[in-house]
């Protein structure tokens, strides 16, 4: 158990549907990333938010959002869903840390998106 | 932009045996790490070994031990004693070492292994 949670642990809507996926991360975590796993896509970083900061962003979808709340957990929010974006959504956490130190990510169990 | 590749997409190895899982990656930067992840049939992303760039001696856990060459920008890993647990797809991975930054992991496409009895 990495002590990120993700909810649901499984998700399965219709095209056109939007869905708002949770993640909680570890106590004392600041950073949270979002990856997709898809079949075709492999794992690809989303976007990154620092201490409810957006951070950076990576191949996230106009159609995909997402936020970091004061208690720092984050939503990933996808909608107008298409059949593609059926994938395993993680979240990781990772603590701050100093210049020269390395924060290494903790991964939650992911939800599992079957878009029909 | 870093890239991270596994040619590789599926390996075996017999129970007890030695197997090395192979990754090259691209990047114009010098500090860095590297890692292999595991994610058994669970889907759990589990870290098995990270490397520093700058560190020139080559990290081991365990049975789990990597070969980093820099110049060459290749990053083997070699597990030893292979066990039926250590069926799973490995992924390699990059990271900048930016705390408090953008820390993002770019993977590759990942490699079965399968263990045979």
């Known amino acids: 158990d990495s002590g990120v949670t993700q909810t649901p642990k499984h998700l399965i809507t219709a095209t056109g549907q939007r869905v708002t996926l949770r993640c909680s991360p570890r106590s004392g975590d600041l950073s949270v990333y979002w990856y997709q796993q898809s079949l075709d896509q492999g794992l690809q970083f989303l976007i990154h938010?620092?201490?409810?900061?957006?951070?950076a962003k990576g191949n996230i979808l106009e159609r995909f959002s997402a936020q970091q709340f004061p208690d720092l957990h984050s939503e990933l929010n996808l909608s107008s869903l298409e059949l593609g974006d059926s994938a395993l959504y993680f979240c990781?956490?990772?603590?701050?840390?100093?210049?020269?130190?390395?924060?290494?990510?903790?991964f939650g169990p992911g939800t599992r998106l079957t878009v029909l | 932009a870093q890239t991270v590749t596994q040619s590789q997409p599926e390996m075996s190895v017999q129970e007890a045996e030695t197997v090395t899982l192979s990754c090259t990656y691209d990047?114009?930067?010098?500090?860095?790490?590297l890692f292999w992840y595991k994610q058994p049939p669970s889907r759990q992303m589990i870290l098995v070994i990270r490397?520093?760039?700058?560190?020139?001696q080559n990290a081991t856990e365990n049975r789990f031990s990597v070969n980093f060459q820099k110049a060459a920008k290749s990053f083997s890993l070699k597990i030893s004693d292979s066990q039926l647990g250590d069926a799973a797809m490995y992924f390699c991975a990059y990271s900048l070492p930016t705390p408090g930054a953008n820390s993002k992991l770019t993977f590759g496409k990942g490699i079965t292994l399968s263990v045979r009895p």
């Open positions: 490397q520093e760039a700058y560190k020139q």
């Open positions: 990781a956490s990772s603590k701050p840390g100093g210049a020269d130190s390395y924060n290494e990510q903790f």
């Open positions: 938010y620092y201490n409810g900061e957006e951070r």
């Open positions: 990047t114009s930067e010098s500090d860095y790490y």
